[in-house]
């Protein structure tokens, strides 16, 4: 298994700028992409943003501009700068892995538990 913890969430103003972190732990696997989604009140789970072991990254179009994620390897953490936030932003977000088990180089996918982000107008 691999183990995803979750880190920054809270609340925050409009305009106001918040940094979540995942750490990732699971010796017996690579963890290749990480990524962010959320899930809005009434409303699936989307995507936010996501990295890959190279270092390339993918954004939803909503936060573009405002969002930044970025991934220690060595620590196996990604992090989500968001800055500008606006009340739409409100959700709870999940940290989401894609790993592989070094044995037999399955694919697996992992989640966090979530962490809630507030933004008030």
């Known amino acids: 298994q691999v183990q995803l913890v979750e880190s920054g969430g809270g609340l925050v103003q409009a305009g106001g700028s918040l940094r979540l972190s995942c750490a990732a732990s699971g010796s017996t696997f690579r963890v290749n992409e990480m990524g962010w989604y959320r899930r809005a009140p009434g409303k699936q789970r989307d995507l936010v943003a996501t990295?890959?072991?190279?270092?390339?990254?993918n954004y939803a179009d909503s936060v573009k501009g405002r969002f930044t994620i970025s991934r220690d390897s060595a620590k196996n953490t990604v992090y989500l700068q968001m800055n500008s936030l606006r009340p739409e932003d409100t959700a709870v977000y999940y940290c989401?892995?894609?790993?592989?088990?070094?044995?037999?180089?399955?694919?697996?996918?992992?989640w966090g538990q979530g962490t809630q982000v507030t933004v008030s107008s």
């Open positions: 989401n892995a894609i790993a592989v088990r070094l044995l037999t180089m399955t694919r697996f996918n992992f």
């Open positions: 990295i890959d072991s190279g270092g390339s990254t």
